[in-house]
């Protein structure tokens, strides 16, 4: 089975960069019609759609959210890793990664990483 689990600080300090990394197994993130990405919930909000990389390393990511967000992949290790930059108290959430498909109908999350909190704080 395909399992994702975050790894980074639980702590960062304002206008820091946060950097998180997906570890995945059972599963390749170079294989087609997935996508790798980043979501995540501050306290008493909904989801936030972070961005995503695709099977070839092409990125797509939240407008909202481009000018402060950067995937990147590390084929050999099977990890792909979010970095927000100029982190704010407004950015305190969980943090999950995330496989999804992309079918005719729309896009579906096949598998959640268990998440990881993270305190944006001085």
């Known amino acids: 089975q395909v399992q994702l689990q975050e790894s980074g600080p639980g702590l960062v300090k304002p206008s820091q960069t946060l950097s998180l990394t997906c570890i995945v197994s059972?599963?390749?993130?170079?294989?087609?019609?997935?996508?790798w990405s980043w979501v995540r919930q501050p306290p008493g909000k909904g989801l936030e759609w972070m961005g995503s990389?695709?099977?070839?390393?092409?990125?797509y990511y939240n407008p909202s959210l481009k000018a402060r967000t950067s995937i990147s992949r590390d084929t050999s290790k099977n990890e792909f890793t979010l970095h927000l930059t100029s982190v704010t108290p407004e950015d305190t959430a969980v943090y999950y990664c995330a496989r999804d498909r992309d079918y005719a109908q729309g896009y579906v999350t096949l598998t959640w990483g268990q998440g990881t909190y993270v305190t944006v704080s001085s």
């Open positions: 990389i695709g099977q070839s390393g092409n990125t």
């Open positions: 059972g599963g390749s993130i170079t294989a087609d019609y997935y996508y």
